[in-house]
């Protein structure tokens, strides 16, 4: 059974690439949920390195990394690509070599299988974004088909959402009045 809304996300320690530094510095480490314990997470999925619509997606996210910190949120991407295939595919493309978040490898499926995205037929994940709450709470899940890129700003809406606690109208953007 894969992870709903309200539930408990499952725990994971995966290797990540991590070139955030100065995007020349590239590192492999260990990462577990545990680690963002008190931060909004934002988790999105993609099916695999070297390939069309999954660079449009996570560029976008990329370039909002400094809009999710702003509201106190992590972004983390996931594919069942090694950590090195995420290194190789960054250093060979360009609009990926400034990657501002971490790359999760998930070789074992156990991420993506535990998120309820995993492509059994093809051991790929579906595009599933997941926003985290700072208690480990799943709050919000989306998940697309293989050929479909995600919003990145229906992403932030939500999160603005959520963290307001509030009841908000549909179509709601941060700014606007909440219900009472």
């Known amino acids: 059974m894969?992870?709903?809304?309200?539930?408990?996300?499952?725990?994971?320690?995966?290797?990540?690439?991590?070139?955030?530094?100065?995007?020349?510095?590239?590192?492999?480490?260990?990462?577990?949920?545990?680690?963002?314990k008190g931060k909004w997470v934002c988790l999105y999925f993609y099916p695999l390195d070297f390939t069309f619509v999954c660079p449009t997606e996570i560029v976008s996210f990329n370039n909002a990394v400094g809009d999710f910190a702003d509201r106190e949120c992590v972004v983390l991407t996931a594919s069942t690509d090694s950590a090195f295939s995420h290194k190789g595919w960054c250093d060979s493309h360009a609009d990926l070599k400034a990657m501002k978040h971490l790359m999760l490898a998930d070789?074992?499926?156990?991420?993506?299988?535990?998120?309820?995205?995993?492509?059994?037929?093809?051991?790929?994940?579906?595009?599933?974004?997941?926003?985290?709450?700072?208690?480990?709470?799943?709050?919000?899940?989306?998940?697309?088909?293989l050929s479909v890129g995600r919003n990145v700003e229906e992403v932030l809406r939500v999160l603005d959402a959520l963290q307001t606690d509030k009841l908000c109208p549909c179509n709601w953007n941060k700014g606007e009045k909440t219900l009472n």
């Open 107 to 145: 070789t074992t499926h156990a991420l993506s299988e535990g998120f309820g995205v995993l492509k059994e037929d093809q051991g790929i994940a579906y595009r599933g974004t997941f926003l985290i709450d700072p208690n480990g709470i799943v709050r919000f899940i989306s998940v697309n088909d």
């Open 2 to 36: 894969s992870v709903r809304v309200g539930q408990q996300a499952p725990a994971f320690s995966v290797q990540a690439y991590d070139r955030t530094k100065d995007g020349t510095d590239h590192q492999f480490k260990e990462v577990k949920l545990a680690d963002y």
